[in-house]
Each structure stands twice: as C-alpha cells, then as structure tokens.
C-alpha cells in the first residue's frame, strides 16, 4: 500500500480557484509513481463519493461532465505528487478532496471508480468549501 497526503484545501469565494496537491510515498505490486493511475474524488455530506479527474501512466486524463473544463488533473513524476486544479468553482464543489492510487480496470463499487478506473489505496483528504 502507497501513502497519500492532500494539501492545497481552503475556503474560496464562488469563481475562484484552488490547487490540490497530493504527495504519494512507497511503491506496490511493482508500480512506482510514475507507473500509477491516479485519480481524485471528492465527498460531500450525505452524498456519495464520486470522481472528479484521473489520469494514467501516460497522462491520459478524463473528468466528469460537472468539472470538465473546470478542473485539470497532472502530474510530477519527480516528485511523485499528483495536482488537480480548480478553477470557477461553484458552492456544489464544496466537498472533502480524496486523492486514490492503483486504479485498475475491472469491477468494482463505482463511488470508487472514474474514467474507467477503480481505485485501491486513498488519502485522508482536504476540505474545499466554496461561498456564494
């Protein structure tokens, strides 16, 4: 199991902009960081998880319809961190952020599931709370 620190979690006004950070450490089953699918999430309350962005070992990313064109997904494979960046963001955005590794293909609960992915290993998340 690989371990995930959030940061970058705040409070911002509606339209504005947020950058999440995610620092990964360890390696599993074979896969560095730069071999790992990653992804985002968010939760808010009473609502299921659902995923926000992820991106593949080639970078290859893929967003839901309510943050496309909102939010991007990157990565720094030297120093093994992951990015999403928020930008208009909407009250409905408020939610704890998680950030998930080892996405793979296959079956799974879809709250831990995006892009064609689900994910294994997850970090405690940050906060993001939009105001109108």
């Known amino acids: 199991q690989v371990q995930l620190v959030e940061s970058g979690g705040g409070s911002v006004q509606a339209g504005g902009s947020l950058r999440l950070s995610c620092k990964i450490a360890g390696s599993t089953d074979g896969l560095t960081y730069s071999t790992m699918r990653m992804g985002w999430f968010r939760q808010a309350p009473g609502k299921e998880r659902e995923g926000v962005a992820r991106?593949?070992?080639?970078?290859?990313?893929a967003f839901p319809d309510s943050v496309k064109g909102r939010f991007t997904i990157s990565r720094d494979n030297a120093k093994n961190t992951l990015y999403l960046q928020m930008n208009s963001l909407k009250p409905e955005d408020t939610a704890m952020y998680y950030c998930a590794a080892i996405g793979v293909t296959g079956n799974s609960d879809p709250k831990y599931c995006t892009g064609g992915y689900c994910f294994r290993d997850w970090g405690q998340g940050t906060q993001v709370t939009v105001s109108s």
């Open positions: 991106i593949d070992e080639i970078g290859a990313t």
